[in-house]
T-cell receptor, first 117, second 114 residues
Framework: AQTVTQSQPEMSVQEAETVTLSCTYD???????LFWYKQPPSRQMILVIR??????QNATENRFSVNFQKAAKSFSLKISDSQLGDAAMYFC??????????????FGKGITLSVRP | EAQVTQNPRYLITVTGKKLTVTCSQN?????MSWYRQDPGLGLRQIYY???????DKGDVPEGYKVSRKEKRNFPLILESPSPNQTSLYFC?????????????FGPGTRLTVT
């Protein structure tokens, strides 16, 4: 079974600084996707960034980028120029890339990020 | 606007009183799913549906039922709720096509069972 591990329950960053959130996963599959979701106090699940396992290039979305190390099964999220609105819980998630099968997302436990003004 | 809606958003109930949480999507998605979120556990899948009349268990199905009579609706039924079902519940949907990466989440339903 696939597992996703986020070992840091909480992190804090100074506004305008850079922070990296860690995630590791375990799978024997070769075709899969990885995601980072943001959950602000409103509880809405917001997709931050996604990475296809077959792509070697790391995904980037504005201030958010990932460091995808496939061999090490590591998928960290870097937030640059942190803003107060980045304060939230962040979940790392994994999904198999099989068409027609259960598109279940397997989530890590989440990490609470606080941003200091 | 493309969206997944859930009702109610908040619910406090008592042990044993049957309840239904509704989920509806307006994107003609084949795949729908229910998750529960608990502190320190992340989100875990309860049930999923690949299409109308096709449902199956996820990782934590005990105490829950679902149905999929229409493509847009996927209600979650708790026939005899217990306090350990106090949780935050999310419905999600996506097209079956693998080229679409994203699952669309509803706003969540906070359920408290006393």
């Amino acid at each position: 079974a696939q597992t996703v591990t986020q070992s840091q329950p909480e992190m804090s960053v100074q506004e305008a600084e850079t922070v990296t959130l860690s995630c590791t996963y375990d799978t024997s599959e070769s075709d899969y996707y990885l995601f980072w979701y943001k959950q602000p106090p409103s509880r809405q699940m917001i997709l931050v960034i996604r990475q296809e396992a077959y792509k070697q290039q790391n995904a980037t979305e504005n201030r958010f980028s990932v460091n995808f190390q496939k061999a090490a099964k590591s998928f960290s999220l870097k937030i640059s120029d942190s803003q107060l609105g980045d304060a939230a819980m962040y979940f790392c998630a994994y999904r198999l890339g099989i068409t027609g099968a259960n598109s279940k997302l397997t989530f890590g436990k989440g990490i609470t990020l606080s941003v200091r003004p | 606007e493309a969206q997944v809606t859930q009702n109610p958003r908040y619910l406090i109930t008592v042990t044993g009183k049957k309840l239904t949480v509704t989920c509806s999507q307006n994107m003609n998605h084949e795949y729908m799913s229910w998750y529960r979120q608990d502190p320190g556990l992340g989100l875990r899948q309860i049930y999923y549906s690949m299409n109308v009349e096709v449902t199956d268990k996820g990782d934590v199905p005990e105490g829950y039922k679902v149905s999929r009579k229409e493509k847009r609706n996927f209600p979650l039924i708790l026939e005899s709720p217990s306090p350990n079902q106090t949780s935050l519940y999310f419905c999600a949907s996506r097209p079956r096509d693998r080229s679409t990466y994203e699952q669309y989440f509803g706003p969540g339903t906070r359920l408290t069972v006393t």
